[in-house]
T-cell receptor, first 111, second 112 residues
Framework: GAGVSQSPSNKVTEKGKDVELRCDPISGHTALYWYRQSLGQGLEFLIY????????KSGLPSDRFSAERTGGSVSTLTIQRTQQEDSAVYLC?????????FGEGSRLTVL | GEDVEQSLFLSVREGDSSVINCTYTDSSSTYLYWYKQEPGAGLQLLTY?????DMKQDQRLTVLLNKKDKHLSLRIADTQTGDSAIYFC????????????FGRGTSLIVHP
């Protein structure tokens, strides 16, 4: 596709369930980022991939959060045992590197 | 504290100029970006400036960089209602991992 694609666009889940969020970056972009945007907050850095490796996982808020990237392309962010405070918009961006190109985000609501 | 700071709100009248300010802490930043986020959408790059520049103009947008004070501003001339959005300032540090740091965003409200 022409841009960064994220799915699902909206996800409502019950507390304690696991969720997977997917990001399809722009073809050829080597860098991929996950950010979290909570209501009224800025962008909180979660994790950065260069190719398939993640040199910086420092932003992951807890061990319930994990991410992987395969084939230097698609990335999945997994949140286990979701909590209400995980409710946010999860934004993915890819980069050649240089400018970041953002997807529309996945809005997660944990009831 | 935050590495990149912005005021949270700005309200202007249609046709006036808007100035959104940002301060950053990393003096080694090589690139500084302005992103725009419309409701329910992702972030779109508006403009950027290299750290060796003082000013960049692009149509209605003017970016000013004061490296000494680590201050960045975005001026939107003849602001329109379609400019209403959240504007994020971001810095890219030099060296090490290429991880942009974003401010909390400034909500620009344009009223008739």
């Amino acid at each position: 596709g022409a841009g960064v694609s994220q799915s699902p666009s909206n996800k409502v889940t019950e507390k304690g369930k696991d969720v997977e969020l997917r990001c399809d970056p722009i073809s050829g972009h080597t860098a991929l980022y996950w950010y979290r945007q909570s209501l009224g907050q800025g962008l909180e850095f979660l994790i950065y991939f260069q190719g398939n490796s993640a040199p910086d996982k420092s932003g992951l808020p807890s061990d319930r959060f994990s991410a992987e990237r395969t084939g230097g392309s698609v990335s999945t962010l997994t949140i286990q045992r979701t909590q209400q405070e995980d409710s946010a918009v999860y934004l993915c961006a890819s980069s050649p590197p240089g400018e970041l190109f953002f997807g529309e985000g996945s809005r997660l609501t944990v009831l | 504290g935050e590495d990149v700071e912005q005021s949270l709100f700005l309200s202007v009248r249609e046709g006036d100029s808007s100035v959104i300010n940002c301060t950053y802490t990393d003096s080694s930043s090589t690139y500084l970006y302005w992103y725009k986020q419309e409701p329910g959408a992702g972030l779109q790059l508006l403009t950027y400036i290299f750290s060796n520049m003082d000013m960049k103009q692009d149509q209605r947008l003017t970016v000013l960089l004061n490296k000494k004070d680590k201050h960045l501003s975005l001026r939107i001339a003849d602001t329109q209602t379609g400019d209403s959005a959240i504007y994020f300032c971001a810095e890219i540090p030099s060296g090490g991992s290429y991880i942009p740091t974003f401010g909390r965003g400034t909500s620009l409200i344009v009223h008739p």
